[in-house]
């Protein structure tokens, strides 16, 4: 496990995943206990006028819980859907087609089914093998709304720094998403190289859209490392929440064709 920098060394890191009282959910339902314990949430979506349902397993670690950037990034979506014109996203997501896209270390699956039923896109979710089962429950827990808004959502293994993963997704996306995904410093590598594979070449510019909530000095690292590959711009900064530094920010990486 890393070291924390001495300035960092206060960060709680089960309250760094826990949801910000903007993003709560409407309802948050218990059930069970220990291993067996999981929670329900309905994440109501204003835009739409409808429910997303999510079900996290927080007893399974980390991939199985809602992070604090996931739900920037579900607002600004939503915000988008009801103010396309006003939103940081604008540039990236206005389109005459049907956009198909991809997401990263999905966890739960809200950004993606999320991002489905706001613009009507299809969209795959993605992350390890062992998250998948979560993932599928999320995804056929919410076809109904999905559908209703003319979305799709597919569910597939992806690891990061895997050549033969990308190739069984492919790279025909129009946009990446991504909250909460630079975490571990051993996992830098493997997601700039899968980066590298869906963005760079090609023939259309393709953009990475990531969340970040900034933890620890050695982030920077994976900052620097992306900036000579891609083209970095910050979209967005949320103001800090009481007790934090430094608010969620989302970038946009793009790709050089």
């Known amino acids: 496990m890393a070291t924390l920098e001495d300035d ?23 059930v069970g206990d220990g291993a067996a314990s999981q929670q329900v949430e309905q994440h109501y979506i204003r835009s739409i006028e409808s429910t997303v349902v999510i079900r996290q397993l927080p007893s399974e670690g980390l991939s199985f819980q809602l992070w604090p950037a996931a739900t920037t990034l579900v607002t600004l979506l939503d915000n988008y859907h009801r103010h396309p014109s006003k939103s940081p996203l604008t540039a990236t997501l206005s389109t005459d087609r049907k956009l198909k896209i991809l997401e990263l270390g999905s966890g739960t699956g809200l950004v993606g089914i999320a991002a489905a039923v706001t613009l009507g896109a299809n969209v ?45 997704i ?4 129009d946009l990446v998403l991504g909250s909460d995904v630079v975490y571990h410093d051993h996992l830098f590598e493997p997601l700039i190289k899968t980066l590298r ?3 760079n070449g090609g023939t259309k510019r393709r953009v990475f859209v990531m969340a970040h909530l900034r933890r620890w000095k050695k982030d920077s690292v994976f900052f620097k490392k992306a900036k000579k590959l891609f083209d970095v711009e910050i979209l967005h900064t949320d103001p800090p929440k009481e007790g934090s530094r430094i608010g969620v920010a989302v970038y946009a990486f793009i790709g050089k064709i």
């Open 8 to 30: 960092e060394a206060d960060i709680d890191r089960v309250k760094m995943i826990l949801p910000d009282e903007e993003g709560e959910p409407e309802k948050l339902t218990t």
């Open 170 to 173: 492919g790279r025909e996306f």
């Open 197 to 199: 594979l869906l963005l």
């Open 124 to 168: 795959t979710v993605t992350d390890l093998p062992h998250v998948i089962p979560n993932l599928k429950f999320n995804a056929e827990a919410n076809a109904d709304v999905v559908t209703k808004r003319g979305g799709t959502v597919d569910v597939a293994p992806l690891r990061w720094g895997e050549d033969d993963d990308v190739v069984v």
